[in-house]
Structures are given as C-alpha cells and as structure tokens.
C-alpha cells in the first residue's frame, strides 16, 4: 500500500526542496554511477611458517614445534577501493610435546581471519589444543600463535613471515 | 564512523544539527510521505544510496571545523554516565502457553474476513470504511495447509505495540539463574536503569515490553500464534522511524508459506493474523519415516517419555527466531523491537539434562521439568543500537551500506551482566542485527564448545576459542565449561569483528587488541561479563556428546537442477509497480540466464522449484567490498563448497543452515529440498539495510495441485481487504 504521495505535506516538501537546492516536483534525471562488480578478481597462495614455543599451564607445559600454513585470498574491490585479505591460519601441522609426559597434543581447528589489505599485518591467534586422541573438551587448554607477515600488495601473497607460539596472557 | 571521545564541541553540536535534518528526511521516508524514487529526482541519495554530501545534511560532510581531512563523524550515543556491567541481563520472558480455546475468535482455516470498521487515520481509508479483522490473504491458496490434520494445541497470544512497562515478566526460572531479577518488580522499556526510558513510540516490541520473548515449542504440538497488531493507525507515530504494517517471519520454520511471514503479506493496525506453526519433521509427506516407527524421530511425552512423530529425525531443529519482515521497511522495525526467540524440543534436544532414555542428548538445560528446561539454557539477543542526545532510539535509514550502532545490547540490555555458576551452561547466541558482524571470544581466550549453527544441532561438537563470524541471523548455540573458574572470576564475552561500515567487517582484531580498548568501532571489546557467584547445587550432569545430529543423507536424492546467483550493486527494477517493487543499492543477478542484477519485487517469481525435489544454488557474492548474510527461507540447506572446495567450509558450518555468509568475494555451492508445503517463499540478504534496499527475491512451490496455481497470484495488502494481482514470472524461474 502505498498511497505516499497523497499524505506529502506541503511543510516537508519545502524543508526537502531547500536541502537539494532543487524545486519540489522537479523531474531531474539522475545519474546512477554504473557498478563495477563484474571486475571482481581473487589471488590466493598458501605460505608455511616454521614456529615453536611454549605454552605454560597445568597440568604440564606443552613445547610446540611445526609448521603453520597460512593461505591468503586477495578480494579486489573495484567499487569502494578496499581491497580484503582472507586468511586462514591453519596449524594442524604443528603439535606439541607435554615436557613431563611426552604426551602428544595436537590442535584442531583452522581459524579465518579477515583483513584489510596492507603491506604487512600482525595476526595473531588463540587455539585449543588437547591431548591427541582426546575429544573431552573440559580438558582443551589455550596458546597463542602470533605471527609478523609481510604482503605482496598486488597479490596478496604472503612475502615473508615469522610466527611463535606462545602461553596467553589476557 | 563515530566521532572520536575527544571531539570539539563544536564539532559534535554540527554533527548533531547533521543527524537533526537527516532525521525528519528519514521520518518523511518511514511514514510513506516520500518514496525512495523522490529523493533520487531530487538528488538528496545518490544512484547508490548514499546521501548527498550536503553539509547540514549529512554528518560525514567535511566539517567547517575540521582540518580538510577528518570527517565530521557521528554523534556518539550519551550514556549519561552509566557504565558497563553494571546491570544484571534479563532472561527472556516467556510467552504464556494458553489453550486454542482463550482464542476468540476462534481461529480459521482461511483467513478470518469479518468486517470491522476502519480507523480513518488509516491510509488510503475514509470514514465509515471497513475491513477484515485478519490480515491474512483470504481464499484457498493462503489457507492455513493441513489445518485438520495439524490443529493447533498451544495458543501464543501476542502484540505488537509501543513501549509499555512489564508487570507480567516471566523468564521462567528462579530469580537466582536470572542474576537475582525480582519478576514482580515491574520492568520500563529502557537499556539500563541509568538511560532514559523509552517513549511509547521509540521501541516497539512484542506486548509492548522488554525482556524479548521466548516461545517454548514442541515438536508435534502445532502452535497457532496470533499476531495482533496495536501499532499507531496513523502511520506519522513512529517517533522517526518504523512501518506501523507488519508481517511475522518464523525464522525458520518448516510450515506453509501462509505462515512464513511473506514479505507482501502484511497487516494493518487493529488487525490480526494467525500464523500456524504445525511443528513437524521435514521429509514427514516426502517418504522418511512417514508412519512414525523411528524413536529417534520423536517428541517429549510430558511424562518422561517420548511420542513417536513422523519425518526425517536428522532434521530436528532447535533455535529460531521470529521477527517482522515488511517490505522496505524490515531493518526499521526489528530494530525498533521487532525481534523474539523460539526454542523447539525434541527427543533428541529435550531441554532435560537427566532424562538417560538412549536418544536425550542431555545438553545443558536442567531438570525440572519433563521438556524445555533454562536454568542452563540461555538465549542472548545481540543487537547494536544507537540513541539520540535525549536518550531515544535512533535509526537513520540513509545508511544503506547497513546501519552499525555503537551500543551492544544483550537481550535489549546494555552491555549487562550475567551471574552463573561452576557448570556447564548453553547459549543460543543470535545476532538479531541490523548489519553488524560479530566474532565472539572469551576474555581469557578459554575454548567453547560450538554445539549449534543457526537452527539446528551440528553433527559434531567444535572446540573453538574464536568463533567464527555470526552475520545477521546466525544462530551460534555454544557450550561454556565455567567450572574451570573459580567463584568470584569475572570472564566476558569479546567481539573481535572491527567494523568501519556496515558493509563487512574492516578487521577481524586479535584478542588482545580487542581487549585493548584501542579500535575505533565502539562495538570491538567487551560487551557481557559472566560473574561465577557459586557452585551448583546439584552435580552437572548434562553432556556435549562428540556426535549431535547426523546430517540428512541425500545420496539417493537426485538433483534436478542448478541454479546460480550474483548479490551485488547497481541492481535494475522494470517493474513500476508502485506496490511490489522496490528500488536500491542492492541487488540479486540469477546467473544461470545470464540476467540483469534486479531489485526486489515481491511480484516477481524468479524460482519455482518442484515439489518434492532437491535443487543445487550457487550463491555468489558479486563484490569484494561487502559480505552477504543470505537467508533462504522455509527449509535447512547443508553448505557443499565454498570457493570450490569443501575444506574451506569449517567444521562449525557443516551442519544444516538457514543463513550462508558469502564472504568478500566468495562463493558457496548448497543443497536444499523443496517438499511438504507449498507457495511462496524469499531469498534475500538478512543484513536487513541490504534486504530492505533491494536484495530480496520471491521464490515458491507451486506444483503441489489445487489450490496451488502455477505462478501463484500476488497479495496486495490494504485496510479494506488483500486484493491479488497477477504475478511476472522471470525467465529462469
């Protein structure tokens, strides 16, 4: 239902008209910018980083060691100039050693981090990590992978990078 | 986006006078004085929707008093000196469950058309007019379908009406798991004791009150919801914003269209619509456990016990919300209060932690009661909002890339807090918009359990400390382990999602940076802190079992066709239809014909899947400087890809879904039935600002035999009575 026209009052039509500096009623053609989004264009790369560090806590300390892959998309924006970065930090590959226990643990998830693009970013993630085999959560402790990476700005690849692990402290 | 803390006077008092004029432009637009079409002849929005560069007009103009280089900015919302974590978070407040016979009338099965005489200030009505007292479309094909099959044991009676105080606030538990809430105490509609109460006009909710309210469903125990609308008739008393028309999605429920809250189908002032919410397993008339012999497929008995119902059991739904979904206007009036929670129970997800029958999940929940326990269940409502210098809701409807507010409430409560103890707890976390991203963490980085996405249980548990991000209308229902803490810790929930716009998210910041204070986004940091005040009473029994729900399986399930959508900008509208079609920023191009990028128009049907059938849609973003939050509605769709692979589609998403993020530039390829009920549906962005401006598409199930035409006719809703007109149907459809 939109029977909008009928209700117009003459008092808004004259505060309207004075903002566009246009008379009321008038039939201008308006220019509609043309999108740009068939231009639309994406790069991705996968770079690994070695890290290592500790993770201090109870029941022991755990030392990881590995290497973490971070793949990169570079999401061109043709229409507003701000291109993203999508990232994912991937450290299935990095495991670490209980210092009492020997006990192996291992972390599950990739995290995804979105970012504007810039010559370089620090990124730095929390993960849980549990005893490998382990699916009781009650038992998921945290660290922090931390990682210094440098971009590539027309492709958005990861040009240079160096990462650690590390206990958090929040 | 906002102005910084230490801004001039002068400058905030320019930004003020800013949003002043901007704020009866906006008025004009809600009440229906102007249309968007006027204000693009009259060059006050651009092509693309933003508002002119005027200064006076629009606060990001370069300021007189700024250095050329820093926009004016926008007002901050005054807190009026109230801080953080300074008051308890409500629980919801629960919808009395009535009997079908406290109906009066009694409810039809096509919509009810007793006349009533009309309020004349009514548009488009004059004195001594009239009109049906039910909003809904009258006639066969907007029956409520298998109404006799399906009658309705549980009665929702509800309104939607301007702010009033709770004197009936029931959150349905003991005031010491409600952060020691006295219920009797009566509640104003107001973010915290220390802001302003709101005017009648400002916030409109369900019953006119706050908290938001809760409706504890059943499967197998339909549900007529009636929906009575106590808005203003005269459509000026908005306070500056929001449609006194509205129309009620259940998001998202597995019923007939005629109760899906269809764009087009709203109702007016003083008139009522029944929503039939029949509760069923999909797959029920499609061949899957038709006769109700799998005890997994199943309902609580009342008793302890549990009744057998028909359909697929791995479609077992659990967290829905319902909110308004009126054209143009959907983003106004669910910010305005528009908003509630639905919890649905199973055999599987019985809200019982004790209940050891081989089916129970036993997820965190309590005990008492047979089904639908919350002592340890509990839903949050995020919701960014924004307030004027005096205190009132503001909304500013120029924003088309979306509207961010800079004030995180948590069930309609600035940024409260929330007493538990050393246990397991659930919560079903919604991101009830408008257009704000949100990554969620907790302030010591522990890990959560992700046990839900959107509706529906995963087939897994996740172990996250970060979740991923929740667009509008994502449903995250996650575990917290707080018997970790102990008794006197303070841990919050942190929203690491940075945003410069209401497009996407700028930056996905670590924890520490969130923390910090340091982000420009005032809705970055803390925004709920949990007190751990004592041990429970009883043992925690509940568990967070490694399996949930399995998702269907559809191998055997032919696809019978592909079918592929662009979301972006630019979008053409050649319809000129002065009802059904809208004109905005955005838009959605379907691929497979190579069309145009269109705006919405609700009398357009641009897919018509078969009854009984499997389809494949590729959904695209055509943009790298925005994100989509796309909501299919009426049946839960499981993610095949994204960007080509499926080991890009994280753990936490591979269950069934209602809502896809797209991602800049990405691209997700998902698969959904279309079976059990008929007619017409939607597609759109729930970024409601993009929905609303145009991103919406009708889509529907037409071939199921009478009533049901092949396309299905229009509504057109007016005072005197819902009128049909034919539909065009695109190409591809």
Redesign the interface.
């Known amino acids: 239902m939109k029977i909008r026209k009928a209700l117009f009052t003459p008092v808004a039509l004259a505060v309207l008209a004075a903002l566009a500096g246009v008379p009321a009623g008038a039939q201008n053609a308006v220019m509609l910018s043309a999108p740009t989004t068939t231009n639309l264009l994406t790069t991705s790369s996968v770079s690994g980083v070695v890290i290592k560090g500790i993770v201090s806590g109870q029941p022991e300390s755990v030392s990881f060691s590995g290497q973490a892959q971070i793949e990169s998309r570079l999401v061109r924006d043709p229409d507003f100039g701000r291109p993203v970065l999508l990232m994912t930090v991937d450290l299935s590959s990095v495991s670490g050693v209980g210092q009492s226990t020997k006990a192996k643990y291992v972390i599950a998830n990739p995290e995804l981090v979105q970012r504007h693009l810039a010559p370089s970013h620090d990124v730095e993630v929390t993960f849980p990590f549990m005893k490998s085999g382990s699916t009781d959560a009650s038992s998921a402790r945290t660290g922090v992978a931390s990682f210094s990476l440098s971009f590539n700005p027309d492709t958005g690849a990861v040009t240079s990078a160096t990462g650690k692990v590390a206990s958090p402290n929040f | 986006m906002w102005l910084p803390t230490k801004a001039s006077k002068l400058r905030i008092r320019e930004a003020e006078n800013a949003r002043r004029?901007r704020q009866?432009?906006i008025k004009?637009r809600s009440?229906?004085?102007?249309?968007r079409r006027?204000l693009?002849?009259?060059?006050?929005i651009?092509?693309?929707g933003a508002l002119?560069w005027?200064q006076?007009?629009n606060a990001f103009v370069r300021s007189a008093y700024a250095d050329g280089s820093i926009p004016t900015g926008f007002p901050r919302s005054p807190l009026f000196g109230v801080l953080p974590f300074t008051q308890p978070m409500p629980r919801f407040d629960l919808l009395p469950r009535q009997s079908p016979a406290v109906l009066n009338p009694a409810p039809t099965k096509e919509a009810n058309t007793t006349l009533q005489l009309l309020d004349p200030q009514l548009?488009?009505v004059v004195a001594g007019d009239r009109g049906p007292i039910e909003g809904r479309p009258p006639g066969p094909i907007w029956a409520h379908q298998r109404f006799e099959q399906f009658p309705p044991q549980i009665a929702f009676l509800v309104t939607q009406e301007g702010a009033k105080t709770n004197t009936v606030y029931n959150p349905g538990v003991a005031p010491e798991h409600n952060s020691g809430i006295n219920p009797a105490t009566p509640i104003p509609v107001r973010f915290h004791p220390g802001l302003p109460t709101q005017n009648v006009n400002s916030v409109w909710t369900f019953n006119g009150t706050v908290p938001p309210k809760l409706a504890i469903n059943r499967y197998g125990e339909p549900v007529l919801l009636r929906h009575r609308n106590k808005l203003p008739a005269d459509?000026r008393q908005n306070n500056g914003f929001g449609r006194h028309?509205i129309t009620t999605h259940e998001h998202n429920g597995h019923h007939g269209a005629e109760n899906d809250g269809f764009t087009g189908a709203w109702f007016f002032p003083n008139q009522f619509y029944d929503y039939h919410w029949p509760w069923v397993l999909a797959g029920l008339f499609s061949g899957i456990n038709e006769t109700a012999t799998d005890i997994m497929a199943s309902t609580p008995n009342g008793s302890g016990g549990l009744t057998k119902i028909p359909g697929d059991w791995h479609e077992t739904m659990s967290t829905h919300w319902f909110h308004d979904h009126m054209f143009e206007h959907t983003a106004e009036n669910t910010y305005k209060g528009n908003v509630a929670m639905s919890n649905i129970y199973s055999g599987l997800d019985r809200g019982n932690e004790t209940i050891n029958d081989g089916v129970n999940l036993r997820l965190p929940s309590g005990r008492l009661k047979d089904f639908g326990n919350l002592e340890y269940d509990v839903n949050l409502i995020l919701a960014d909002k924004a307030w004027d210098q005096d205190g009132q809701l503001h909304f500013d409807i120029f924003d088309r890339d979306g509207f961010l507010g800079d004030a995180i409430t948590v069930n309609l409560a600035y940024k409260p807090f929330f007493n538990v103890e050393r246990r397991k707890y659930r919560f079903r976390i919604l991101n009830a918009g408008p257009s704000r991203f949100y990554k969620i963490?907790l302030?010591?980085?522990?890990?959560m359990?992700q046990i839900g996405n959107d509706g529906n249980l995963l087939p897994r548990?996740?172990?996250?400390?970060?979740l991923?991000?929740l667009g509008v209308a994502e449903r995250y229902d996650i575990?917290i382990?707080f018997?970790?803490y102990s008794i006197g810790t303070k841990v919050h929930m942190v929203n690491l999602a940075e945003h410069e716009d209401g497009?996407?998210?700028?930056?996905?910041l670590?924890?520490?940076?969130a923390?910090s204070g340091n982000s420009s986004d005032p809705g970055v940091g803390r925004f709920l802190e949990f007190r751990v005040v004592r041990n429970p009473a009883q043992p925690d029994v509940s568990q967070?079992p490694?399996v949930l729900i399995p998702n269907p399986n559809l191998a055997n399930v032919p696809v019978a066709r592909t079918r592929e959508f662009?979301f972006?900008?630019?979008a053409d509208q050649p319809s000129n239809d002065?009802?059904t079609a809208s004109v905005g920023e955005w838009g959605i191009r379907d691929r497979t014909g190579q069309d145009d990028?269109l705006a919405a128009d609700f009398g357009r049907v641009s897919a018509q899947p078969g009854s009984r059938t499997r389809e494949v849609w590729i959904l695209r973003n055509?943009?790298?400087?925005w994100d989509h939050p796309i909501h299919i509605h009426f049946e839960e769709g499981q993610i095949l890809s994204r960007?080509g692979s499926l080991n890009?589609v994280?753990?936490?998403e591979r269950g069934r879904k209602d809502v896809y993020r797209l991602?800049?530039?990405g691209e997700l390829r998902i698969t959904m039935q279309f079976r059990d009920w008929q007619g017409m549906f939607m597609q759109h962005c729930h970024n409601t600002v993009h929905e609303d401006h145009a991103m919406l598409m009708r889509w529907e199930i037409n071939n199921g035999g009478a009533p049901f035409l092949r396309p299905l006719p229009t509504p057109?809703?007016?005072?005197q009575g819902v009128i049909f007109q034919a539909p065009t149907v695109g190409r591809n459809a």
């Open positions: 004029n009866e432009i004009a009440i229906g004085q102007i249309s006027d693009l002849k009259w060059g006050l651009t092509g693309t002119m005027k006076g007009l548009e488009g459509i028309t963490a302030s010591d980085g522990s890990a359990i548990k996740v172990i996250l400390t970060q991923d991000e575990v382990d018997s970790r497009r996407l998210v700028a930056d996905d670590s924890l520490a940076e923390l967070v490694d662009e972006g900008r630019g002065p009802v990028m055509g943009g790298g400087g960007d890009n994280p753990q936490a991602r800049p530039g057109i809703p007016r005072p």
